[in-house]
């Protein structure tokens, strides 16, 4: 009960601005379209602001060892992931859109923005190795997890298109936050607080935001699909305990900030971009939306259980 409870008191927090946006979005208090502004504020604002910040303080001489050594965990970690979700995928549907739905739900939850924002209030003295650990899982999206499974009908990307997706808001500010840590370049203090601030937004706005996504989703008609809770169990139970299961036993001696950042990048629900992406190409996304909506939902009781093993074996 020593990580159970102040990991429910958290989930409740940003569960909270979570229903904020559901009902300003219910009741239409800002405008149409201002989902797509605070999209863009947290993209290219406040999560770079954070991973800015974290790597400025975080990367140094010291650590780059670290660093590398996160990275392969990271790709070692996906090469295990990504084979088991799209097998277990088989099993839930024949549908082969839905199915590629299912995979990329199961190969990559919602680790960016409910991520971010549970590790930096549970863990916070772990949040830099997530935030390495967590950049080997945006290589598979970007050049198969969104073209192959997300948009894969017509509007494939070519290799090129595909990376030039990297070069992106986040991708940069890690880049100048590795310099500026690395060099040990010296920030005015009023700077420094524009970061800082900027920083702490990410979180209430990235549960708003899952807030006004979620208002959108026809409730009665996503919880009629089985495959909603076949998924969302899979992805918060089943995988977070395979997990930990095998850290248990390995013989070997991870670090406790490697098996911190594994755990918790599998226990976060269903992504959003399952809803998102194939509704910017006009898709179904009935069953992305039940899957996100059950996950995040049920993510408020099973997330503060999986900490707690996770403490546990640690």
């Given at each position: 009960m020593e990580l159970f409870l102040p990991t429910l008191n958290k989930m409740v927090y940003l569960f909270g601005f979570i229903i904020i946006g559901y009902i300003i979005a219910k009741l239409k208090i800002v405008p149409r379209g201002s989902a797509g502004v605070l999209a863009k504020l947290e993209n290219n604002l406040f999560i770079p602001a954070l991973v800015l910040q974290t790597f400025m303080q975080n990367f140094t001489r010291e650590t780059l060892g670290v660093?590398?050594?996160?990275?392969?965990?990271?790709?070692?970690?996906?090469?295990?992931?990504?084979?088991?979700?799209?097998?277990?995928?088989?099993?839930?549907?024949?549908?082969?859109?839905?199915?590629?739905?299912?995979?990329?739900?199961?190969?990559?939850?919602?680790?960016?923005?409910?991520?971010?924002?549970?590790?930096?209030?549970?863990?916070?003295?772990?949040?830099?190795?997530?935030?390495?650990?967590?950049?080997?899982?945006?290589?598979?999206?970007?050049?198969?997890?969104?073209?192959?499974?997300?948009?894969?009908?017509?509007?494939?990307?070519?290799?090129?298109?595909?990376?030039?997706?990297?070069?992106?808001?986040?991708?940069i500010a890690m880049l100048v936050g590795m310099v500026i840590g690395f060099v040990g370049i010296p920030i005015p203090e009023s700077i420094g607080d524009v970061i800082s601030a900027s920083s702490s937004c990410m979180s209430p706005i990235a549960m708003i935001l899952t807030g006004f996504t979620i208002a959108e989703i026809d409730i009665k008609k996503t919880l009629k699909k089985p495959t909603v809770y076949t998924i969302s169990v899979l992805r918060l139970i089943v995988f977070p305990l395979i997990a930990i299961g095998i850290f248990a036993i390995l013989p070997l001696s991870i670090p406790a900030d490697y098996v911190i950042c594994a755990v918790c990048s599998i226990a976060m629900p269903l992504g959003l971009n399952t809803i998102v992406i194939p509704a910017a190409y006009g898709k179904d996304t009935a069953v992305a939306s039940g899957m996100a909506l059950v996950s995040h939902i049920l993510s408020v009781i099973t997330i503060p259980i999986m900490f707690m093993l996770l403490r546990m074996i640690l």
């Amino acid at each position: 009960m020593e990580l159970f409870l102040p990991t429910l008191n958290k989930m409740v927090y940003l569960f909270g601005f979570i229903i904020i946006g559901y009902i300003i979005a219910k009741l239409k208090i800002v405008p149409r379209g201002s989902a797509g502004v605070l999209a863009k504020l947290e993209n290219n604002l406040f999560i770079p602001a954070l991973v800015l910040q974290t790597f400025m303080q975080n990367f140094t001489r010291e650590t780059l060892g670290v660093t590398w050594k996160l990275f392969a965990f990271g790709f070692i970690i996906d090469a295990v992931v990504i084979p088991l979700s799209i097998l277990a995928s088989r099993f839930v549907t024949k549908d082969e859109y839905t199915r590629k739905i299912c995979v990329y739900g199961l190969c990559f939850s919602n680790f960016a923005f409910m991520g971010n924002a549970i590790v930096s209030a549970i863990f916070p003295e772990s949040f830099y190795a997530y935030i390495v650990f967590t950049l080997t899982l945006w290589i598979p999206i970007y050049l198969w997890g969104v073209p192959a499974l997300l948009v894969s009908d017509g509007n494939k990307k070519t290799l090129g298109a595909r990376l030039k997706s990297f070069i992106n808001p986040m991708f940069i500010a890690m880049l100048v936050g590795m310099v500026i840590g690395f060099v040990g370049i010296p920030i005015p203090e009023s700077i420094g607080d524009v970061i800082s601030a900027s920083s702490s937004c990410m979180s209430p706005i990235a549960m708003i935001l899952t807030g006004f996504t979620i208002a959108e989703i026809d409730i009665k008609k996503t919880l009629k699909k089985p495959t909603v809770y076949t998924i969302s169990v899979l992805r918060l139970i089943v995988f977070p305990l395979i997990a930990i299961g095998i850290f248990a036993i390995l013989p070997l001696s991870i670090p406790a900030d490697y098996v911190i950042c594994a755990v918790c990048s599998i226990a976060m629900p269903l992504g959003l971009n399952t809803i998102v992406i194939p509704a910017a190409y006009g898709k179904d996304t009935a069953v992305a939306s039940g899957m996100a909506l059950v996950s995040h939902i049920l993510s408020v009781i099973t997330i503060p259980i999986m900490f707690m093993l996770l403490r546990m074996i640690l």
